[in-house]
């Protein structure tokens, strides 16, 4: 297609969602929610990283533990990962942080490997803080050691 036609084409387009919209009266949403403008409005929820002593239990025995300390000053990118510097074997001993599992240092077919896998390089694709955040959604989730 040339240039012009697709001009063209983003303008016949442009009015028919346009007109679409305008026809529909779309209500606007305010962030503030349904309070009037000379009210005062409630201040965000304050949100708190839950730092227990000793770590979370696992939900099942092979869960990734959950991490029980701040993570925000640490970086992972491709070539550096932070976390390493504390729990990666030996200087692990010297901050007291658990040692990164032994299942972490194996290449794709299983073979003992002398520093972290590619796989799992990017720490917080499983293991993550938690919040005291109300749950979006309602759950009954019980963990293995409940629903013995
Ligand atoms: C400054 C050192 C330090 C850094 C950096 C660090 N950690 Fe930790 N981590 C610890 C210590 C110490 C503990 C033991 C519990 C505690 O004291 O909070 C711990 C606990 C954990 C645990 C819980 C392990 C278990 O068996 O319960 C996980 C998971 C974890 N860290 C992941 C991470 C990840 C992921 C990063 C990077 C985003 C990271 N840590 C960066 C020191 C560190
Ligand atoms: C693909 C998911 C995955 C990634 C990525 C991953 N882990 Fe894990 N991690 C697990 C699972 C699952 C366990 C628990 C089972 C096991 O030991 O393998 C675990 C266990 C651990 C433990 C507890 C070890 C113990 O003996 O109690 C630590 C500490 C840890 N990981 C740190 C890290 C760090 C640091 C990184 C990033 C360099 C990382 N993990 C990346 C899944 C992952």
């Not at 304050?46 to 925000?72: N, S």
């Not at 990118?77 to 194996?106: F, I, L």
């Amino acid at each position: 297609m040339t240039r012009r036609l697709w001009i063209a084409v983003a303008l016949v387009a442009g009015l028919a969602f346009g007109g679409g919209l305008s026809a529909q009266q779309a209500p606007l949403k305010s962030d503030r929610g349904d309070q009037r403008i000379d009210e005062i409005n409630l201040p965000p929820e304050v949100l708190r990283q839950e730092v227990p002593a000793g770590g979370f239990g696992r939900a099942y025995r092979q869960a990734p533990p959950l991490i029980p300390h701040r993570i925000d000053g640490y970086q992972i990118t491709k070539d550096n990962n932070q976390c390493m510097s504390c729990h990666d074997w030996p200087q692990n001993a010297r901050v007291g942080a658990p040692k990164v599992s032994e299942t972490h240092y194996r290449d794709r077919d299983g073979n003992p490997i002398d520093r972290v896998a590619g796989t799992r390089w990017f720490c917080t694709s499983c293991h993550v803080p938690q919040l005291n955040a109300r749950e979006l959604v309602k759950n009954r989730f019980e963990d293995a050691t409940q629903i013995r």
